[in-house]
C-alpha cells in the first residue's frame, strides 16, 4: 500500500495529455479564437471592429469571474463533473453563436461560454495538473501551458480556413461540433489523483504556509494584473506597430505567429526552470525579461528583425504565465488550489483587458506606440517589485537546511 501511494503513477502524464489537448481547443477559441471573424462580420452587418472587439473582452470577462466561481465548486465538489461542465459549455457556446444575429446575442454567448467554459476548464485543470506531480509540477504545468499556446496559435488559423470553406456561422458550427467530440471524451479522462501518505510531524511543519493565502492572493493578484497588462500590449498592439512601419498585414501577423510558436517551448522550459530553482525565482526571471524587451518593439522598423527579436522576446514572455501557474501551485494547499488560482487567474483576465484597451487609447492620443510601450514597462517594474517582496517573504520563512527547491506543499 504505501510502495503503490508513493509511486509515481503513469496516469499522471495521461492528465497531463488531456489537460493540454482541452486548453488549446477551448482557451484557442475563446482567448483569440475571434480574430478571423473580424471581416466577416463587419461585412455581414456593419458593426464597427471595435464593436466586434469586445465579443472577445465579454468572454474574458466570463472567464475571469467564472474562474472565481468554479474554482471554488471544484474545490468542493468532484473535479470531473466541472470540467464536463466547461467541454460542454464550450463547445455549445460555438454552436449557438453560429446562429446569432444580433451583435447583444454575441456578447451574450460568449460571456456564458467564458464563464461556464472557460471558467471552468483553466484553473481546476491546472490544480489537477499540479497535484498529480510531487516532484517535477513545473514541467508538467509548462507542458499543459504549452497547449494553451498552441491552441493560440492554431485556432484562429483553423478558424481562417473553416471561414473561407464554409462561411462564418459554418465555421463556428463546425468548431463547436469539433469541441463536443473532442472536449467531453478528454474530460472523462481527467480525475483526482490519489491521497498522498499521511504527513509526518516534520513533512507537516514544513507544509505550514510562508505566506498567508489571503495575503498571497492580494500580492498576486496585483503582480499578475500588472504582468498581464505588460504582455497584452504587444499580443493586441504588434501588428498594428508593424504595418506602422510600412510592412503589409500578413508578414507583420507573421512576426505574431513565429513569436507565439516559440512561445510554446518557453512556457516548457520555464517549467523545467522552475523545478531547478524554485517557482518564484523562475517567474521573477520571467517577468525581468519581458520587461526588459518589450520596449524594443518601438525601436524596429525592419522585417526581418522583428523576425529576429519577436521570438527571444516571446521565449521569456511566455515563462511568465508558466511562472504564474507554478508559483500558485507551490504556494497553496491542494484544497484551495483551484479557489485560489481562479482568482488570481481573474486580475490576469483584467489586465489583459486592461493593458490592450489602454494600449489602443494612448495611441489614439498621441499618434505613437511610444507611450503604450512605455506604460507596459512601468507595469512590469510594478510587477517586478511585487514578486520580489514575495520571494523575500517565502526566502525568510522557509525552514532552515531546506534545498532551494524546496516547496511549502511537496506533497498532495
Not at 133 to 154: C, P, V
Request: some cysteine; charged content about 10%.
Amino acid at each position: 500500500m504505501t510502495q503503490r501511494s508513493e509511486t509515481p503513477s503513469r496516469y499522471r502524464w495521461v492528465i497531463v495529455a488531456a489537460a493540454a489537448g482541452m486548453l488549446a481547443i477551448a482557451m484557442g477559441q475563446l482567448v483569440n479564437g475571434l480574430s478571423a471573424f473580424f471581416a466577416p462580420l463587419e461585412q455581414e452587418f456593419g458593426w464597427g471592429r471595435g464593436e466586434i472587439a469586445f465579443v472577445n473582452t465579454a468572454g474574458l470577462i466570463g472567464i475571469a469571474l467564472g474562474g472565481i466561481v468554479m474554482g471554488f465548486v471544484a474545490d468542493r465538489l468532484n473535479v470531473r463533473h466541472v470540467i464536463l461542465v466547461g467541454a460542454g459549455a464550450t463547445a455549445l457556446g460555438m454552436i449557438a453563436a453560429s446562429r446569432a444575429s444580433e451583435l447583444w446575442q454575441l456578447y451574450a454567448i460568449f460571456f456564458v461560454a467564458g464563464a461556464l467554459g472557460g471558467g471552468a476548464l483553466f484553473a481546476p485543470l491546472f490544480a489537477v495538473v499540479g497535484g498529480w506531480f510531487r516532484t517535477g509540477a513545473g514541467l508538467a504545468i509548462g507542458i499543459a501551458s504549452a497547449g494553451q499556446a498552441i491552441g493560440q496559435g492554431g485556432i484562429p488559423f483553423a478558424n481562417a480556413i473553416l471561414i473561407e470553406a464554409l462561411g462564418w456561422r459554418g465555421a463556428l458550427l463546425a468548431l463547436g461540433l469539433f469541441s463536443l467530440v473532442v472536449l467531453v471524451p478528454l474530460a472523462l479522462l481527467i480525475r483526482r489523483p490519489e491521497p498522498a501518505p499521511a504527513a509526518t510531524g516534520q513533512t507537516a511543519a514544513e507544509a505550514a504556509p510562508p505566506v498567508p493565502l489571503p495575503r498571497l492572493v492580494v500580492l498576486m493578484g496585483a503582480a499578475v494584473l500588472c504582468c498581464c497588462s505588460l504582455m497584452s500590449v504587444p499580443l493586441m498592439h504588434l501588428v498594428p506597430l508593424i504595418q506602422g512601419c510600412g510592412i503589409p498585414a500578413p508578414q507583420a501577423g507573421s512576426v505574431v505567429f513565429v513569436m507565439m510558436i516559440t512561445a510554446i517551448f518557453g512556457r516548457v522550459a520555464f517549467g523545467r526552470l522552475a523545478d531547478m530553482i524554485g517557482a518564484v525565482p523562475a517567474y521573477l526571471a520571467a517577468s525581468a525579461w519581458q520587461t526588459a524587451l518589450v520596449f524594443l518593439f518601438t525601436r524596429i522598423d525592419d522585417l526581418s528583425l522583428f523576425y529576429i527579436f519577436a521570438p527571444i522576446y516571446g521565449f521569456g514572455y511566455a515563462g511568465v504565465m508558466t511562472g504564474v501557474l507554478t508559483t500558485v501551485r507551490s504556494l497553496t494547499p491542494a484544497d484551495r488550489r483551484a479557489s485560489a488560482t481562479g482568482i488570481i487567474l481573474a486580475f490576469g483576465w483584467a489586465g489583459h483587458g486592461l493593458g490592450g484597451y489602454l494600449g489602443g487609447l494612448f495611441f489614439d492620443l498621441t499618434g505613437t506606440y511610444d507611450l503604450t510601450f512605455a506604460v507596459a514597462v512601468g507595469a512590469g517594474v510594478v510587477n517586478l517589485l511585487l514578486v520580489t517582496s514575495l520571494f523575500l517573504m517565502v526566502t525568510r520563512r522557509r525552514r532552515p537546511g531546506l534545498p532551494p527547491t524546496a516547496v511549502p506543499y511537496p506533497a498532495e
